[in-house]
């Protein structure tokens, strides 16, 4: 039995240590939010937030992860960086599928965490391993920046 601390909320697991942190969020606590997109880091869709950095849930393990703070994108928004990021977002109108948009999401918001007012070079760096199918970036970058501004304000 492991005990993650997820969304400020402890969850018992049975589960093995070498399980994915994506299907113990998915198959065993049932929050559907972050998603499988590649399954080997490489497109962000299942990005959560462990101890405020973005990590791969599809890579990380239920070990790796059982010591720390894990925060999905349903609880993203009760932090006023997230709700900043998901009203800007709506704002920008950034989704058109909107499959990768969690991730997406996840990752805008650790970037504003540690860098409170990026370039376009630091949102570039931080988004690079979120893929958007639909091409969004422009926007993606758009509303990365109106929600530093509403954060600063």
């Not at 049932?30 to 399954?39: I, N, P, Q, S, V």
């Not at 080997?40 to 393990?61: I, P």
């Not at 370039?119 to 758009?142: E, H, K, L, P, V």
Request: hydrophobic fraction near 35%.
């Amino acid at each position: 039995m492991k005990t993650l601390q997820l969304n400020g909320t402890r969850h018992h697991v049975d589960a093995p240590g070498d399980m994915p942190l994506l299907w113990v969020i998915r198959d065993l606590i049932g929050l559907k939010g972050t998603k499988f997109g590649c399954g080997a880091g490489l497109c962000g869709a299942c990005t959560v937030h462990l101890n405020g950095e973005a990590v791969r849930s599809c890579q990380t393990s239920l070990d790796e992860a059982a010591d720390g703070e894990i925060t999905t994108i349903e609880h993203v928004g009760s932090t006023e960086i997230g709700a900043n990021v998901q009203s800007a977002w709506q704002d920008v109108d950034v989704p058109q599928c909107g499959y990768c948009q969690p991730g997406q999401i996840m990752s805008a918001t650790a970037l504003l965490g540690a860098t409170p007012k990026p370039s376009d070079q630091d949102i570039d760096d931080a988004m690079a391993g979120n893929i958007c199918r639909c091409g969004t970036y422009n926007r993606i970058r758009a509303a990365i920046h109106a929600a530093a501004d509403k954060s600063r304000s």
